[in-house]
């Protein structure tokens, strides 16, 4: 399904200002179509906060549309953290209406520079090892709400004018749990009219919500696919995940494969590392087994600590061993890079502390 960005991109922004919509929108101000391309243009090529700030705006309009509330920026920055690592900044966004969501800014020593982001405020999937989903679940982000997070750091000045090469979908949320939001916010990165960032080098990450993976297998577009497996069996994976109740391993592997049938894509599998939970041998070659296929490709995450987390991580040696026994098995496997464990900003860790009553200065640290 081909989706319009500007239309998108409009029908948020004008709504959170309280229009009925963009028609409503465009006859009160009397804006002609390419007025409204100048606005997504300001917004999305040029990185504005605000109609204030677009000089090729006649005055009287930016007038206007600043007192009717219309803004382009849908999330504030509150706090910006960065890690001793020098390569990861975390930043916490104030939405509108008083939520927070956090993003994380990964400079990989300048290679390449990823930003992950968060697609709602909460989590409902509850995964035992998981500091979003202890938090629970708050709201639903919108296209914007969730675009503006990748815009905010393209547009930073202390991001030193490099370009953001890749934006993942792994910060707070499930992607697939507010399908069509992520979706718009996938043709808001990707319009080459707007921000303009290639498909390949976006990555949707899922739980593994079966219907959602059809669905997206039916989209013709060459985003990423990552699944959350951490388990080789329905007993543990259930234990771990309860959405594996609802959707057991071989209905998702099932949808894995109708993917790589109809796409001829990779699906990367994210499998966070446990000590004495899932990283004995044992469970090493039943993963093996269960990812046998050439598109397959797995991905150990070491476990970062989350606040009333029950589990240890697994030593250093152990994971090479468990990698070492998918790759002998021909299993692509790779060892993820920790980034940002001091400003609790890696995988996993992601938890408004608390939701920020006040406006509060930006503070870096
Ligand atoms: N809800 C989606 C998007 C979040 S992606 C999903 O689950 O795929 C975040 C990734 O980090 C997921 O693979 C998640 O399982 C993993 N993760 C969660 N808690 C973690 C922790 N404490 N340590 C390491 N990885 C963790």
Not at 290 to 308: E, K, Q, S, W
Not at 335 to 342: L, S
Request: glycine letters at 6%.
């Amino acid at each position: 399904m081909k989706r319009d960005a500007l239309a998108i991109w409009l029908g948020d922004v004008v709504c959170a200002a309280g229009y009925s919509g963009a028609d409503a929108f465009a006859r009160e101000h009397a804006l002609k179509p390419f007025r409204l391309r100048q606005l997504y243009h300001a917004a999305t090529k040029e990185l504005r906060d605000d109609p204030g700030d677009v000089t090729t705006l006649p005055k009287e309009l930016r007038n206007a549309l600043m007192q009717r509330g219309i803004r382009f920026a849908s999330v504030e920055p509150v706090t910006l953290q960065r890690s001793r690592d020098a390569q990861t900044t975390k930043a916490v966004f104030r939405l509108r209406d008083g939520k927070a969501v956090e993003a994380v800014l990964m400079e990989h020593f300048g290679e390449r520079t990823t930003v992950c982001i968060s697609s709602q405020a909460g989590c409902a999937f509850a995964c035992a090892f998981c500091a979003t989903g202890q938090g629970g679940f708050n709201r639903n982000l919108s296209a914007v709400e969730i675009f503006d997070q990748a815009r905010f750091f393209a547009g930073e000045p202390a991001q030193r004018a490099k370009r953001i090469t890749n934006v993942v979908f792994m910060g707070m949320g499930e992607p697939f749990h507010n399908y069509e939001a992520v979706m718009g916010a996938v043709a808001l990165l990707n319009d080459p009219q707007g921000f303009g960032l290639g498909h390949r080098h976006i990555t949707i990450s899922t739980v593994g919500l079966v219907d959602k993976i059809d669905a997206f297998t039916k989209e013709d577009v060459q985003v990423n696919l990552a699944i959350s497996l951490h388990a080789p069996t329905d007993e543990l994976r259930s234990g771990l995940m309860p959405v594996n109740r609802r959707y057991p391993l071989q209905e998702l592997m099932a949808a894995c494969e109708r993917y790589v049938a109809a796409t001829r894509r990779k699906i990367f599998f994210e499998y966070v590392m446990l000590a004495g939970i899932n990283d004995d041998s044992a469970c090493a070659k039943a993963l093996a087994k269960l990812l046998r296929g050439p598109l397959y490709h797995v991905n150990l995450i070491p476990y970062n600590a989350t606040p009333d987390g029950a589990f240890e991580a697994t030593s250093d040696a152990r994971i090479w061993k468990f990698a070492k026994i998918l790759d002998d098995a021909r299993v692509a496997v790779t060892v993820r890079q920790n980034m940002g464990r001091d400003i609790t900003a890696a995988c996993g860790q992601l938890q408004v502390e608390s939701q920020p009553k006040a406006h509060l200065p930006m503070s870096r640290v």
